[in-house]
Protein backbone atom coordinates (compact mmCIF):
# COMPACT_ATOMS: atom_id res chain seq x y z
CA UNK A 1 0.00 0.00 0.00
CA UNK A 2 2.70 2.27 1.29
CA UNK A 3 4.36 1.56 -2.82
CA UNK A 4 1.30 2.35 -4.32
CA UNK A 5 0.90 5.94 -2.17
CA UNK A 6 4.57 6.89 -3.04
CA UNK A 7 3.90 6.14 -7.22
CA UNK A 8 0.44 8.02 -7.13
CA UNK A 9 1.83 10.99 -5.37
CA UNK A 10 5.03 11.80 -7.78
CA UNK A 11 3.13 11.44 -11.19
CA UNK A 12 0.30 12.75 -10.33
CA UNK A 13 -3.07 12.33 -13.00
CA UNK A 14 -2.63 11.21 -16.18
CA UNK A 15 -5.23 11.31 -19.28
CA UNK A 16 -5.72 11.74 -23.00
CA UNK A 17 -6.67 15.05 -24.32
CA UNK A 18 -5.99 17.36 -27.37
CA UNK A 19 -7.29 21.20 -27.36
CA UNK A 20 -10.05 22.50 -29.12
CA UNK A 21 -10.17 23.84 -32.62
CA UNK A 22 -7.33 26.39 -33.32
CA UNK A 23 -8.64 29.85 -34.12
CA UNK A 24 -8.63 30.18 -38.30
CA UNK A 25 -7.93 34.10 -38.15
CA UNK A 26 -4.67 35.99 -37.20
CA UNK A 27 -1.36 35.21 -38.66
CA UNK A 28 -0.10 32.17 -40.57
CA UNK A 29 3.57 31.01 -41.74
CA UNK A 30 5.66 31.60 -43.28
CA UNK A 31 6.41 33.85 -40.16
CA UNK A 32 10.00 36.87 -40.02
CA UNK A 33 11.00 37.78 -37.45
CA UNK A 34 12.18 41.93 -36.52
CA UNK A 35 13.79 42.62 -33.49
CA UNK A 36 14.32 46.47 -31.93
CA UNK A 37 18.23 46.48 -31.72
CA UNK A 38 18.06 47.53 -27.91
CA UNK A 39 17.06 45.92 -24.51
CA UNK A 40 13.78 47.18 -23.78
CA UNK A 41 14.46 46.09 -19.58
CA UNK A 42 18.09 46.05 -18.13
CA UNK A 43 19.90 44.77 -15.07
CA UNK A 44 19.76 46.53 -11.97
CA UNK A 45 22.38 48.69 -9.88
CA UNK A 46 23.51 46.18 -7.31
CA UNK A 47 20.23 45.19 -6.96
CA UNK A 48 18.54 41.65 -6.56
CA UNK A 49 18.36 41.62 -10.46
CA UNK A 50 22.23 42.86 -11.01
CA UNK A 51 23.58 39.87 -13.15
CA UNK A 52 20.47 38.42 -15.29
CA UNK A 53 16.93 39.80 -16.28
CA UNK A 54 15.26 37.20 -18.04
CA UNK A 55 11.87 34.95 -18.70
CA UNK A 56 9.33 38.12 -19.13
CA UNK A 57 5.83 36.98 -18.61
CA UNK A 58 4.00 40.15 -19.85
CA UNK A 59 0.03 40.43 -19.87
CA UNK A 60 -2.47 43.38 -19.68
CA UNK A 61 -3.72 43.87 -16.31
CA UNK A 62 -5.89 47.14 -15.45
CA UNK A 63 -4.96 48.99 -18.31
CA UNK A 64 -1.19 48.36 -18.42
CA UNK A 65 1.40 46.40 -19.56
CA UNK A 66 2.51 44.01 -16.60
CA UNK A 67 5.84 42.28 -16.89
CA UNK A 68 6.75 39.81 -14.03
CA UNK A 69 10.19 38.51 -15.38
CA UNK A 70 13.21 36.71 -13.52
CA UNK A 71 16.01 38.36 -12.04
CA UNK A 72 19.40 37.02 -10.56
CA UNK A 73 21.94 38.60 -8.02
CA UNK A 74 24.64 35.44 -8.65
CA UNK A 75 22.82 33.25 -5.52
CA UNK A 76 18.75 33.60 -6.00
CA UNK A 77 16.96 33.39 -8.46
CA UNK A 78 13.77 35.85 -7.68
CA UNK A 79 10.47 37.11 -9.67
CA UNK A 80 10.07 41.15 -10.17
CA UNK A 81 7.08 43.40 -11.51
CA UNK A 82 7.42 46.10 -14.35
CA UNK A 83 5.23 48.35 -15.72
CA UNK A 84 4.55 49.91 -19.24
CA UNK A 85 2.01 51.77 -21.02
CA UNK A 86 2.75 50.35 -24.10
CA UNK A 87 4.87 47.64 -23.70
CA UNK A 88 8.38 49.04 -24.56
CA UNK A 89 9.24 51.34 -22.21
CA UNK A 90 9.06 49.61 -18.29
CA UNK A 91 9.25 50.69 -14.99
CA UNK A 92 10.46 48.70 -12.10
CA UNK A 93 7.63 48.79 -9.31
CA UNK A 94 7.32 45.96 -6.91
CA UNK A 95 9.35 45.80 -3.36
CA UNK A 96 10.87 49.33 -2.74
CA UNK A 97 10.27 50.31 -6.14
CA UNK A 98 13.65 47.50 -7.14
CA UNK A 99 11.19 45.46 -8.66
CA UNK A 100 10.98 42.12 -6.81
CA UNK A 101 7.69 40.65 -6.11
CA UNK A 102 8.25 36.89 -5.25
CA UNK A 103 11.38 35.74 -3.11
CA UNK A 104 11.94 31.53 -3.04
CA UNK A 105 11.04 30.20 0.79
CA UNK A 106 10.86 27.25 2.23
CA UNK A 107 11.10 23.75 -0.45
CA UNK A 108 11.76 26.87 -3.10
CA UNK A 109 15.19 26.80 -2.49
CA UNK A 110 17.50 29.67 -4.06
CA UNK A 111 14.54 30.04 -6.43
CA UNK A 112 11.12 31.19 -7.63
CA UNK A 113 11.25 32.24 -11.30
CA UNK A 114 11.09 31.20 -14.93
CA UNK A 115 6.95 32.09 -14.53
CA UNK A 116 4.17 32.47 -16.85
CA UNK A 117 1.20 34.59 -15.56
CA UNK A 118 -2.64 34.56 -16.77
CA UNK A 119 -5.68 37.10 -15.42
CA UNK A 120 -8.51 34.86 -14.60
CA UNK A 121 -11.25 36.32 -13.23
CA UNK A 122 -9.89 39.56 -11.96
CA UNK A 123 -6.84 37.83 -10.92
CA UNK A 124 -3.33 37.42 -11.79
CA UNK A 125 -2.05 33.81 -11.68
CA UNK A 126 1.51 33.37 -11.61
CA UNK A 127 3.10 29.70 -12.39
CA UNK A 128 6.73 29.41 -11.37
CA UNK A 129 9.91 27.04 -11.04
CA UNK A 130 11.15 26.47 -7.90
CA UNK A 131 13.05 23.96 -6.13
CA UNK A 132 15.62 21.50 -6.19
CA UNK A 133 14.64 19.25 -8.23
CA UNK A 134 12.54 22.14 -9.84
CA UNK A 135 8.74 21.35 -9.88
CA UNK A 136 6.05 24.29 -10.94
CA UNK A 137 4.02 26.54 -8.38
CA UNK A 138 1.38 28.69 -8.28
CA UNK A 139 1.23 32.40 -6.65
CA UNK A 140 -2.32 34.38 -7.01
CA UNK A 141 -2.29 38.33 -7.20
CA UNK A 142 -5.14 41.01 -6.77
CA UNK A 143 -2.71 43.94 -7.97
CA UNK A 144 0.50 41.98 -9.34
CA UNK A 145 2.50 43.22 -6.32
CA UNK A 146 1.35 41.33 -3.26
CA UNK A 147 1.60 37.65 -4.19
CA UNK A 148 -0.36 34.80 -2.07
CA UNK A 149 1.85 31.21 -2.98
CA UNK A 150 0.40 27.98 -2.72
CA UNK A 151 1.74 26.27 0.00
CA UNK A 152 3.14 23.47 -2.12
CA UNK A 153 4.13 22.78 -5.50
CA UNK A 154 0.97 21.73 -8.15
CA UNK A 155 2.65 20.11 -10.90
CA UNK A 156 5.33 17.33 -9.80
CA UNK A 157 7.62 15.17 -10.68
CA UNK A 158 6.96 12.31 -13.08
CA UNK A 159 7.25 8.86 -12.03
CA UNK A 160 10.14 6.77 -12.68
CA UNK A 161 11.29 6.70 -16.31
CA UNK A 162 9.16 9.38 -17.09
CA UNK A 163 10.13 12.45 -19.63
CA UNK A 164 9.81 14.65 -16.67
CA UNK A 165 11.21 12.91 -13.58
CA UNK A 166 14.01 14.63 -12.35
CA UNK A 167 12.53 18.30 -13.39
CA UNK A 168 9.43 20.12 -14.09
CA UNK A 169 9.84 23.65 -15.10
CA UNK A 170 9.60 26.75 -17.77
CA UNK A 171 5.54 26.35 -17.83
CA UNK A 172 3.50 28.78 -19.96
CA UNK A 173 -0.15 28.60 -19.75
CA UNK A 174 -3.10 29.49 -22.02
CA UNK A 175 -6.91 29.28 -21.91
CA UNK A 176 -8.54 27.38 -24.38
CA UNK A 177 -12.57 27.24 -23.58
CA UNK A 178 -13.14 25.11 -20.33
CA UNK A 179 -9.69 23.95 -19.55
CA UNK A 180 -6.31 25.92 -18.55
CA UNK A 181 -3.38 24.17 -20.57
CA UNK A 182 0.19 24.54 -19.43
CA UNK A 183 3.12 23.81 -21.59
CA UNK A 184 6.62 22.67 -19.89
CA UNK A 185 9.81 21.65 -19.95
CA UNK A 186 10.75 17.89 -18.59
CA UNK A 187 13.93 16.67 -17.10
CA UNK A 188 14.88 13.06 -17.61
CA UNK A 189 17.20 10.80 -15.75
CA UNK A 190 19.93 11.14 -18.47
CA UNK A 191 19.22 14.96 -18.16
CA UNK A 192 17.30 14.80 -21.76
CA UNK A 193 14.93 18.32 -21.52
CA UNK A 194 11.93 18.27 -23.62
CA UNK A 195 8.80 19.76 -24.04
CA UNK A 196 5.17 18.37 -22.65
CA UNK A 197 1.88 19.54 -21.77
CA UNK A 198 -0.51 19.18 -18.77
CA UNK A 199 -4.51 20.94 -18.42
CA UNK A 200 -6.63 22.17 -15.71
CA UNK A 201 -9.85 23.58 -14.87
CA UNK A 202 -8.39 25.63 -11.80
CA UNK A 203 -5.00 26.20 -11.85
CA UNK A 204 -4.13 23.74 -9.08
CA UNK A 205 -5.18 20.76 -9.75
CA UNK A 206 -3.32 19.45 -13.51
CA UNK A 207 -3.66 16.04 -15.11
CA UNK A 208 -0.43 15.31 -17.74
CA UNK A 209 -1.02 14.47 -21.05
CA UNK A 210 -0.27 10.39 -21.04
CA UNK A 211 1.77 10.64 -24.32
CA UNK A 212 3.88 13.21 -23.21
CA UNK A 213 6.61 14.79 -24.38
CA UNK A 214 4.80 16.40 -27.42
CA UNK A 215 8.32 18.07 -29.18
CA UNK A 216 11.47 15.83 -28.79
CA UNK A 217 15.08 16.82 -29.21
CA UNK A 218 16.58 17.91 -32.61
CA UNK A 219 19.01 15.91 -34.44
CA UNK A 220 22.91 15.77 -33.58
CA UNK A 221 23.70 19.16 -35.39
CA UNK A 222 20.80 20.76 -34.98
CA UNK A 223 20.53 24.32 -33.39
CA UNK A 224 18.25 22.54 -30.34
CA UNK A 225 19.89 19.01 -30.30
CA UNK A 226 20.89 19.64 -26.34
CA UNK A 227 17.70 20.88 -24.91
CA UNK A 228 14.16 22.03 -25.14
CA UNK A 229 12.73 25.20 -23.24
CA UNK A 230 10.46 28.01 -22.31
CA UNK A 231 7.76 27.27 -24.85
CA UNK A 232 5.64 29.94 -25.73
CA UNK A 233 1.92 29.10 -27.61
CA UNK A 234 -0.30 30.94 -29.78
CA UNK A 235 -3.35 30.21 -31.63
CA UNK A 236 -3.75 31.63 -35.37
CA UNK A 237 -4.27 30.95 -38.92
CA UNK A 238 -5.99 28.06 -38.64
CA UNK A 239 -3.16 26.55 -36.21
CA UNK A 240 -1.54 26.25 -32.72
CA UNK A 241 2.08 27.46 -32.90
CA UNK A 242 4.96 27.49 -30.67
CA UNK A 243 8.20 29.55 -30.14
CA UNK A 244 10.93 27.46 -27.87
CA UNK A 245 13.98 27.30 -27.12
CA UNK A 246 16.65 25.38 -28.47
CA UNK A 247 20.50 24.81 -27.02
CA UNK A 248 22.83 23.67 -29.15
CA UNK A 249 26.07 21.63 -28.01
CA UNK A 250 28.31 25.04 -26.85
CA UNK A 251 24.64 26.26 -24.99
CA UNK A 252 24.05 28.54 -27.32
CA UNK A 253 20.34 29.35 -27.25
CA UNK A 254 18.53 30.23 -30.34
CA UNK A 255 14.47 30.29 -30.94
CA UNK A 256 12.69 27.62 -33.22
CA UNK A 257 8.94 27.35 -34.49
CA UNK A 258 6.83 24.47 -33.89
CA UNK A 259 2.78 23.65 -35.61
CA UNK A 260 0.40 21.92 -34.38
CA UNK A 261 -3.50 21.29 -35.30
CA UNK A 262 -4.71 19.96 -32.00
CA UNK A 263 -1.78 21.48 -29.60
CA UNK A 264 -0.70 18.14 -28.38
CA UNK A 265 0.82 16.47 -32.11
CA UNK A 266 3.97 19.01 -33.02
CA UNK A 267 6.02 19.74 -36.07
CA UNK A 268 8.69 21.75 -36.08
CA UNK A 269 8.75 24.58 -38.72
CA UNK A 270 12.03 23.79 -41.00
CA UNK A 271 11.61 26.66 -43.35
CA UNK A 272 11.55 28.64 -40.15
CA UNK A 273 15.35 29.67 -39.33
CA UNK A 274 15.95 30.05 -35.77
CA UNK A 275 16.19 32.90 -34.52
CA UNK A 276 19.86 34.07 -33.07
CA UNK A 277 20.87 37.41 -31.87
CA UNK A 278 22.92 40.17 -34.01
CA UNK A 279 23.67 42.35 -31.33
CA UNK A 280 26.23 42.90 -28.49
CA UNK A 281 24.12 42.09 -25.90
CA UNK A 282 22.20 39.22 -27.13
CA UNK A 283 24.96 37.47 -29.73
CA UNK A 284 24.95 34.49 -27.66
CA UNK A 285 21.86 33.75 -26.58
CA UNK A 286 17.87 34.16 -27.45
CA UNK A 287 15.24 32.50 -25.43
CA UNK A 288 12.59 33.16 -23.00
CA UNK A 289 9.46 34.08 -25.48
CA UNK A 290 6.77 35.47 -24.18
CA UNK A 291 3.88 36.37 -27.47
CA UNK A 292 0.98 39.12 -27.71
CA UNK A 293 -1.54 38.98 -30.59
CA UNK A 294 -1.90 42.13 -31.67
CA UNK A 295 -4.73 43.87 -33.76
CA UNK A 296 -2.82 44.47 -36.83
CA UNK A 297 -2.51 40.69 -37.28
CA UNK A 298 1.21 40.50 -36.04
CA UNK A 299 2.81 39.23 -32.69
CA UNK A 300 5.22 41.15 -30.59
CA UNK A 301 7.58 39.07 -28.61
CA UNK A 302 9.26 39.64 -25.87
CA UNK A 303 12.50 37.26 -25.09
CA UNK A 304 15.45 37.35 -22.91
CA UNK A 305 18.85 37.96 -24.76
CA UNK A 306 22.68 37.27 -23.47
CA UNK A 307 26.10 37.43 -24.81
CA UNK A 308 27.73 34.34 -22.95
CA UNK A 309 26.80 31.06 -24.09
CA UNK A 310 25.35 29.31 -20.92
CA UNK A 311 22.05 27.19 -20.24
CA UNK A 312 20.77 28.89 -17.11
CA UNK A 313 22.63 32.12 -15.89
CA UNK A 314 25.10 34.56 -15.65
CA UNK A 315 24.88 35.37 -19.46
CA UNK A 316 24.25 39.44 -18.68
CA UNK A 317 21.11 38.64 -19.45
CA UNK A 318 18.33 41.45 -20.35
CA UNK A 319 14.42 41.57 -22.23
CA UNK A 320 14.23 42.77 -26.13
CA UNK A 321 11.47 43.04 -27.83
CA UNK A 322 10.85 41.99 -31.23
CA UNK A 323 7.54 41.43 -33.91
CA UNK A 324 7.36 38.19 -35.49
CA UNK A 325 5.00 38.69 -38.35
CA UNK A 326 2.85 36.47 -40.56
CA UNK A 327 1.05 36.10 -43.95
Given at each position: ???????????????????????????????????????V????????????????????????????????????????????????????????????????????????????????????????????????????????????????P??P???????D?????????????????????????????????????????W??????????????????????????????????????????????????????????????????????????????????????????????V?????????P???????????????R
Amino acid sequence: MFLCVVLFAGCGRYSDFTLPSPDSTGPRAPFTWEAAPEPVLGRGAEAWDSVDVLNPSVIRFRGVYLNLYSGFDGKTWRTGAATSPDGVAWTKTGQAMTGQVLTPEGWEGTWATNGSALVEGGEILYWYAAGNPPRIALARSRDGFAFTKQPAPVVPLGPRGSFDERGVSDPYVIRRGEFLYLFYLGQDRAARQTLGIARSRDGVAWEKLRSNPVLELGAPGAFDENGLGEPAVWSSGGSYWMLYTGRDRGEHRRLGLARSTDGVRWDKDESFAPVSGDRAWDRQVVCDPTVELTPGGSLRVWFGGGDVAHPAENIHGQIGIAVLRGR
